[in-house]
């Protein structure tokens, strides 16, 4: 435990934070500790009797004060890798307790030796007169080391007279290996700053923000990072500082102006980047509209109706302007219920969830209705959802553009067992385990039962597992 307090709420889920336990504090914040592997003994059999009780593996129990007090360095759980985790480690946050919203643990004095400068990796240049998910940004080279870099030409030279930036750079501390983001960064144009920002919280309401403050086609794309030196207009995170462009640079002759760009860390370390631009007085048309593109603007709703879709968007749906497209493809594959229709780009991300009303092929008297669900294809994910009929049409809800579909589902999951056979004889064994796998959608729910009475499996990447205990005694089963 970080402090004194009580633990006032654990989480099990498969995703998300996997096991996880929230602290109280009496000064008003709560803290998080995620990913766990097993509570502490009391903790872990408490939270079974929920489970019992619930007749669920995920729980999310509120607990009051009194039960399970805490004085600051108490043992409460083993670290580990559980839910959306990439690998073992603890999740630790930071939270006002009333309000929620995210602090930034670097502003409360922990003993996190760190003497090293932010390292800038790359720069890039965004023609703002497009929408950031439709250009490849120009990649500057850079020199320098130690928290001092300059681009390798002496003149960028610019087409557009309206720009921005990015970079991409990380930092560390002195005695850890891993990568962190910059804690603040800021652009300077001839001396004026013209962007900053400065990240000492965001609430969980805010974090899908995130997705307009870098390159999210590049990383939906390629998985890289971008970090966005402007705002766009739509992005509502309340981080920066406010300036006169939020970081669009406007380039109305053809001086030569000097830009400095500064990353530090919370420790006050900084790194700069110095270079020089010119706008040519030429300006390069380097994009056009597709003929069939709707322009989508941020800040209002926006829709758009095909020959067999409807799809309504919220005024929070996007961050900026650009080209919306569909396309509408007649599908004859066995398990298809409507045409494919391809919306938009799986690399425009959508802050808001939008509404999509997709026409059925089938008879409205056809049983295999009770059958079809909504699939949207994500780039390389699919995203699976049990929509609602509207007469002849099915309602989704989505948070993702990309390919939708109504399908069939009619084969059911598959159960294996791991590791024993039917009959078998368990003695020194610890676990009995199932994978379980659907080839239609996905897994919706898992339940089991031992001599008719609920049992707790866990949930682990599709592998379910009970781990024997009291609920199952010596005999046959």
């Given at each position: 435990a970080a402090a004194d307090g009580y633990i006032s709420r654990v989480k099990v889920e498969k995703y998300g934070f996997g096991n996880a336990i929230y602290i109280t504090h009496p000064n008003g914040f709560?803290?998080?500790?995620?990913?766990?592997?097993?509570?502490?003994?009391?903790?872990?059999?408490?939270?079974?009797?929920?489970?019992?009780?619930?007749?669920?593996?995920?729980?999310?129990?509120?607990?009051?004060?009194?039960?399970?007090?805490?004085?600051?360095?108490?043992?409460?759980?083993?670290?580990?890798?559980?839910?959306?985790?990439?690998?073992?480690?603890?999740?630790?946050?930071?939270?006002?307790?009333?309000?929620?919203?995210?602090?930034n643990p670097g502003l409360f004095g922990f003993d996190i030796p760190d003497t090293k400068k932010p390292v800038i990796h790359a720069l890039y240049i965004y023609d703002r007169r497009y929408s950031t998910y439709f250009q490849n940004a120009i990649a500057v080279p850079l020199s320098g080391n130690n928290g001092d870099y300059i681009a390798k030409e002496k003149i960028i030279e610019m087409h557009s007279p309206l720009v921005s930036f990015a970079i991409n750079a990380t930092d560390k501390s002195s005695n850890s290996p891993f990568n962190h983001g910059i804690y603040s960064g800021e652009v300077w144009m001839d001396g004026q700053s013209i962007f900053a920002f400065k990240l000492d919280s965001i609430s969980y309401d805010e974090t899908r923000y995130v997705n307009a403050c870098i390159d999210y086609s590049e990383y939906a794309r390629h998985k890289k990072y971008r970090q966005f030196l402007f705002s766009l207009p739509g992005n509502e995170l309340n981080i920066y500082a406010p300036t006169n462009t939020q970081g669009l640079v406007i380039l109305n002759d053809t001086n030569l102006h000097d830009i400095k760009i500064e990353a530090k860390d919370i420790d006050g370390n900084t790194s700069t980047l110095n270079f020089k631009i010119q706008f040519s007085g030429i300006s390069n048309n380097n994009f056009s509209y597709p003929a069939n593109a709707k322009p989508f603007l941020p800040g209002q709703e926006n829709s758009v109706q095909g020959n067999s879709f409807k799809a309504n968007f919220t005024a929070n749906a996007f961050y900026e302007a650009f080209p919306f497209v569909y396309i509408e493809t007649p599908d004859n594959t066995a398990n298809s219920a409507s045409n494919t229709i391809s919306l938009g780009d799986y690399f425009i991300p959508v802050h808001d969830s939008y509404e999509i009303l997709i026409q059925s092929t089938l008879a409205e008297n056809d049983p295999l209705r009770n059958n079809v669900i909504v699939e949207l294809m994500n780039g390389r994910k699919k995203i699976f959802q049990k929509g609602t009929w509207q007469g002849n049409w099915m309602k989704g809800n989505f948070r993702d553009l990309g390919k939708i579909k109504l399908m069939i589902d009619t084969v059911p999951p598959e159960l294996f067992k791991v590791g024993w056979e039917n009959g078998q004889t368990f003695t020194g064994n610890k676990t009995l385990n199932f994978r379980a796998s659907d080839k239609g959608s996905d897994i919706q729910s898992f339940s089991a039962l031992l001599d008719g009475k609920w049992l707790l499996f866990s949930n682990r990447n599709g592998l379910f597992t009970y781990n024997f205990d009291e609920h199952c005694t010596t005999g046959n089963h």
């Open positions: 709560t803290t998080l500790y995620a990913h766990l592997n097993t509570f502490k003994k009391e903790v872990q059999a408490f939270i079974l009797q929920k489970q019992y009780e619930q007749q669920s593996w995920e729980v999310d129990v509120e607990i009051p004060p009194g039960i399970f007090p805490v004085t600051k360095g108490d043992f409460i759980a083993y670290s580990g890798n559980t839910g959306a985790s990439a690998g073992p480690h603890v999740h630790f946050e930071i939270r006002n307790t009333a309000t929620g919203k995210n602090y």
